[in-house]
């Protein structure tokens, strides 16, 4: 029997039982639409962090701080001393309060408050949308000033401009004094948006954050990047005598850091979704090995009028085949459709797809049906014309 009549006859089957064919499916249109999707995203958001990274020039140096105590604390009078050299352009010290409660009113919210300079908006390329950002004058006297990130600023003020307004942070009251333009994440990964900006010292002393964890540090250009590391590195070891309490990466280190995450956790991701494929292809060889004994009577009948365990093994392999390849052509379909629809729904995440994942996971899908279609097919072949015929 020629393959084109097989297929003919497998799609007859599909087409008898449209119920139980779509539930035969279901794991398998589940598994593919769920591998295009998290691969999607996946990629989308790579070429996301590739795109800020670029944005941010490859001048850009972050010092993590890895140890507690005294001997490893940095000073940001000693800091500012060292951005006066020429390799330098910029430096601005963090210091991070997670999960700070936020009051305005009766409004009450969880938000970061991120201690910090003049300079970070120069190093993380952030602009202010009114009012003004922090100002040395605010380091100096330690004023209880913020500035509101996007989210921050709609989700308690909404369209009006809260330049004048305060706001309770933890029990102190802060002057909102500026609000920045919508960006997304900063290099940490942090949300700009859903971030209030305050003085580094108001922020040290009122929620008593002895240690500067996080310093970003901008050199005077692409060039001077390996001598202002240099530089920084000497520093530190010879303040904390040790080269171990900290760590020191540049851009391409962050950006493949980053990258690599975002990519190990897809591909977990995806690993789960082929596990739905492979429930897929157990549930398409309980329903061919049901279909078989449905249809038992049928094979003694071929077989009596000649036909040949080989064409018995084929008719079974190729339905299943179909209703494999079948469900990985609905989930194909139904992957790019959410996939291009899932920025609409979520902004801030992209998507990107591509024609090779979407053709390894139909391929898959149609293997997935060969494999488990072969037990029941093989069962199927193997039955002995007289006992076959002998089924009620």
Known sequence: MRTIELVMMALKTVVANPMRTILTMLGVIIGVCSVIVLVSIGRGTSEQIAKQYEQLGANLLVV????????????????????QLPEFGAIAPTLTKNNSNIK????????????????????????VNTGRFIVEADIEFRNHVAV????????????????????????????????????GSNINGTSVDSTIFAPLETVRRDFKLGVIRT?????????????????????????????SGFLILNQEQLKNARVAASSSLTSQ????????LLVGGIGIMNIMLVTVTERTREIGIRKSIGAKRRNILLQFLVEATVISGLGGLLGL??????????????PTQPT??????????FAFSALVGIIFGLYPANKASKLRPIDALRTD
């Not at 401009?161 to 942070?169: C, F, L, S, T």
């Not at 540090?217 to 040790?242: C, G, H, P």
Request: glycine share 8%.
């Open 104 to 127: 305005v009113d009766r409004q009450k919210e969880t938000y970061n408050v991120l201690g910090t300079n003049d300079r970070y908006l120069e190093v993380v390329k952030a602009q």
């Open 269 to 276: 991701l995806v690993a789960v979704a082929c596990i739905s």
């Open 333 to 346: 379909l139904l992957g790019v459709v959410i996939a291009l629809a899932w920025p609409m729904i979520n």
């Open 215 to 243: 310093t970003y540090v901008e050199a005077a250009s692409e060039n001077d990047i390996t001598t202002a590391q240099n530089t920084i590195t000497q520093y530190l070891t010879r303040k904390f005598k040790s080269s």
């Open 148 to 183: 509101l990130g996007s989210e921050v600023a709609k989700k308690f003020f909404g369209e009006e401009d809260p330049v004048g307004q305060q706001i309770n942070i933890d029990g102190y009251f802060y002057d909102v004094v500026g609000t920045m333009k919508p960006q």
């Open 352 to 361: 990107k797809l591509s024609l090779d994942i979407g053709l390894y996971a």
């Open 64 to 83: 993590n701080v890895l140890n507690n105590g005294r001997a490893t604390q940095l000073d940001y009078g000693e800091l500012m001393q060292i951005e």
